[in-house]
Structures are given as structure tokens and as C-alpha cells.
């Protein structure tokens, strides 16, 4: 995904108001000097999409909203329930800790929303010490696995069942830190669409990207964000795409197809 040149794009899947509120949250043993020497390591951003359909059937898209901390757009919120939309929920432990009405109406729509497992503390799951848009990573293999069993917990603690897929901050990852998280029991949740450009995009720019989605696509938004204005986009192309005829469907009931074994089936995993 190409991100703008600007500094303030470092939060980019979150939209975080500020560096510092969130480096406190950080435990220490994740945090990275930033003088310190950065190892050379190659970052991959997966891809997903749906299987390809029956002939003649109508075009299938998964919208996927990350949940990453913050409140709850009910801009989003209330559209996917009012048109009975499906779509599949990444919650960190933090936002879920923040926002129990909004857990209650998840639990309430269970045929609409799949809630999955979006971490712990919202850092990247890359077990090497190194930023991803000024983020630290969280830098161990046992950071990995706390990020994401933790994460676990906290959604099962909330009332769901068990999440079956894992989808880190940044979307980056490393190719020993997806094995890790695939020995765990988890497939890895890539995108194949970028709806809002971590909350970031204009409202009319979120609208005209996601309402362009193709049949296949996994589109990924964030549904954290109340007061930009990406999120009326998003709603507003949600609608679109109702419109147009596309069928909406949840990872959980559909299959996958993702790149860098973050999908491939393994024994014993789903």
C-alpha cells in the first residue's frame, strides 16, 4: 500500500490522535530506541480475497473494519444494521474495554457481525525490533504471542466465540511472526481493498474507493474513528454497493484466498 509523505501518516491504521498516549500503553520490553541500529528485514503486507463464485451468481464482497482503539462510528454502525449488512469486526482488547454498549449491540446481531482478533495493545506483529509508520513493533516472539493470545482472551471475555483470524496493527508482518501466529491457530487477515486509508481519507475519496469494490474483493476501513470524515464515506458507499446488487458476506462464511501462507490450510487448523 503507498502512504503519503507526511509524518502524520506513522498512525496511519488507527488515526491516533497522539504518539505519546499510545507509546505509554507500550510495555517496556517493547519499546525501541529509536538511535538504536534497525535490522534488515523484509515487511510484507498480505493480500486477500474471496474465492471466486459460482458463474452468474452476484458479486460477493467482505467488508472488514478495524476496531483499533477510540469509540465507535455510528455512522458506520447504524448503517450496517439498519440494511442488515455482514461484516467481520478486528476489536483490540483497548477498544473493547472502551466501549460496552457497542460490544452489547454486536452481541445482539450476531447474524451481522463476526468480531475477530485484532490484538491486545494495537502494535505491529513483527517479532524484530522495528517501527512500522513510527509505531515499535512488538519486537519478540513472546511479544507476538502476547499481542495476539491476549487479544484472544479479551474477545472471548467480551461474550464471542473464539476468534479464528488475526489481522495485526499496520497489516505488516514478517514471515516468522505469521508462522508464529499460524502455529497459534489463526489465519492472517490481509485485504485486498484499502477503503480509507486508515481513517484518513476524505469523505467523497472513502465513497468513491470502496464503491468501486469487485466482486472478490476484502475490503479493510476502520470503524474507530467518529469525527473524520472518512467514515461517511464509508457509510455512503456501503449503500452504493447494496445498490449495486453485491452480496455481502463475513470471512467466517466464506472461502479465502491469501498470499504469504497467511490462509493455506495446516494440519489441524481450520
Not at 466501549?99 to 475477530?116: G, M, R, S
Not at 484472544?152 to 467480551?158: K, S
Not at 447494496?242 to 504469504?260: C, P, Q, S, Y
Request: proline content about 6%; overall charge neutral; aromatic content about 6%.
Amino acid at each position: 500500500m503507498r502512504l503519503s509523505l507526511t509524518a502524520g501518516l506513522v498512525l496511519l491504521f488507527c488515526g491516533i490522535a497522539a504518539l505519546p498516549t499510545y507509546a505509554s500503553d507500550i510495555p517496556k520490553a517493547t519499546a525501541q530506541s529509536p538511535s538504536a541500529a534497525l535490522p534488515k528485514i523484509k515487511l510484507v503486507e498480505p493480500r486477500l480475497h474471496l474465492a471466486k463464485g459460482e458463474a452468474g451468481a452476484k458479486p460477493r464482497v467482505a467488508l472488514t473494519f478495524d476496531a483499533c482503539m477510540g469509540a465507535v462510528d455510528e455512522r458506520i454502525l447504524s448503517t450496517l444494521i439498519k440494511e442488515r449488512i455482514p461484516s467481520t469486526i478486528f476489536v483490540t482488547a483497548r477498544w473493547l474495554r472502551k466501549n460496552p454498549q457497542t460490544v452489547a449491540t454486536f452481541i445482539a446481531n450476531p447474524d451481522l457481525f463476526e468480531i475477530e482478533n485484532h490484538g491486545e495493545i494495537h502494535i505491529p506483529a513483527i517479532d524484530v525490533a522495528v517501527p512500522v509508520y513510527g509505531i515499535p513493533s512488538a519486537g519478540s516472539p513472546e511479544a507476538v504471542s502476547r499481542e495476539v493470545g491476549k487479544g484472544a482472551e479479551a474477545v472471548i471475555a467480551a461474550g464471542f466465540s473464539a476468534p479464528r483470524w488475526f489481522r495485526g496493527a499496520t497489516a505488516k508482518y514478517d514471515a516468522s511472526s505469521i508462522d508464529e501466529i499460524r502455529k497459534m491457530g489463526y489465519r492472517v487477515a490481509g485485504y485486498s481493498l484499502n477503503g480509507d486509508d486508515g481513517s484518513l481519507l476524505g469523505a467523497g475519496a472513502a465513497e468513491k474507493r470502496i464503491a468501486a469494490a469487485k466482486d472478490g474483493d476484502v475490503v479493510i476501513s476502520h470503524i474507530n474513528q467518529p469525527t473524520h470524515a472518512a467514515g461517511q464515506g464509508v457509510a455512503n458507499a456501503i449503500l452504493k454497493l447494496k445498490a449495486r446488487g453485491v452480496e455481502f458476506v463475513r470471512l467466517a462464511d466464506v472461502e479465502t484466498i491469501g498470499d504469504n501462507d497467511t490462509t493455506a490450510q495446516r494440519p489441524g487448523l481450520f
